[in-house]
């Protein structure tokens, strides 16, 4: 019952923060044309802790889904960017001998500030993420695995991203990085081998407005 509380005050978190966007869409949608896309690409994801940078080797995964472009007043040159993606994160790493992986899937909602320079793109802002599913392993000091669910790691995470790109009309192509401000791990047992570990990542992405 407690987790069950705690996934839903997460998932209320998370719709709050995905309303802000597209709030301020429905506001500015008669006046400046909100324009509406798809995007899709590659990212490489890894885990980060701040107190314990060690040597650990990331994912390649994907990333992808909607985004609306909302521009901030008449011939401005500034446009808020509300996202729904899902994004695959995760890492592997080594403790003694033995190796341990981590495999997330997650639905982000990112929300950038977006400036348009002619062809440039320069955006930066926050997002949220619920964790939709995982999967892994992970061995102890001796090798021995030791089994994890869901329940196991924080169902939310909030961070920050920057980026970058091209737009050439519909035509967008942009990268971006971004960084977890929430430690993955939620018992125990996971906090004693990952520590405070959080994610991180790099996206490439290809975008198609309408």
Same mark, same amino acid.
């Given at each position: 019952? %407690?987790?069950?509380?705690?996934?839903?005050?997460?998932?209320?978190?998370?719709?709050?923060?995905?309303?802000?966007?597209?709030?301020?869409? &429905?506001?500015?949608?008669?006046?400046?044309?909100? =324009?509406?896309?798809?995007?899709?690409?590659?990212?490489?994801?890894?885990?980060?802790?701040?107190?314990?940078?060690?040597?650990?080797?990331?994912?390649?995964?994907?990333?992808?889904?909607?985004?609306? *472009?909302?521009?901030?007043?008449?011939?401005?040159?500034?446009?808020?960017?509300?996202?729904?993606?899902?994004?695959? %994160?995760?890492?592997?790493?080594? =403790?003694?001998?033995?190796?341990?992986?981590? *495999?997330?899937?997650?639905?982000?909602?990112?929300?950038?500030?977006?400036?348009?320079?002619?062809?440039?793109?320069?955006?930066?802002?926050? +997002?949220?993420?619920?964790?939709?599913?995982?999967?892994?392993?992970?061995?102890?000091? &001796?090798?021995?695995?030791?089994?994890?669910?869901?329940?196991?790691?924080?169902?939310?995470?909030?961070?920050? +991203?920057?980026?970058?790109?091209?737009?050439?009309?519909?035509?967008?192509?942009?990268?971006?990085?971004? =960084?977890?401000?929430? *430690?993955?791990?939620?018992?125990?047992?996971?906090? &004693?081998?990952?520590?405070?570990? %959080?994610?991180?990542?790099?996206?490439?992405?290809?975008?198609?407005?309408?």
């Amino acid at each position: 019952m %407690k987790k069950t509380w705690k996934w839903v005050q997460s998932f209320l978190l998370t719709l709050c923060f995905a309303s802000l966007g597209f709030h301020a869409a &429905q506001a500015q949608m008669i006046e400046d044309g909100v =324009r509406f896309g798809l995007k899709l690409g590659i990212n490489g994801t890894n885990l980060y802790d701040d107190a314990k940078a060690e040597d650990r080797d990331g994912r390649i995964g994907f990333t992808g889904g909607v985004f609306a *472009k909302i521009p901030l007043g008449q011939r401005s040159s500034f446009a808020l960017r509300p996202e729904l993606l899902i994004a695959t %994160k995760g890492a592997s790493y080594q =403790r003694d001998s033995f190796v341990s992986s981590l *495999k997330f899937a997650y639905i982000e909602l990112p929300v950038s500030l977006e400036f348009n320079l002619s062809l440039l793109n320069i955006h930066g802002g926050l +997002h949220a993420s619920l964790l939709a599913n995982s999967d892994g392993k992970f061995t102890d000091e &001796q090798g021995n695995p030791i089994s994890f669910d869901k329940d196991d790691l924080q169902s939310l995470d909030f961070g920050w +991203h920057l980026g970058a790109g091209l737009d050439l009309g519909n035509i967008g192509l942009h990268f971006r990085i971004s =960084r977890g401000l929430t *430690k993955i791990n939620d018992g125990q047992t996971i906090n &004693q081998l990952v520590g405070n570990l %959080k994610n991180s990542a790099w996206a490439l992405t290809f975008a198609y407005g309408f």
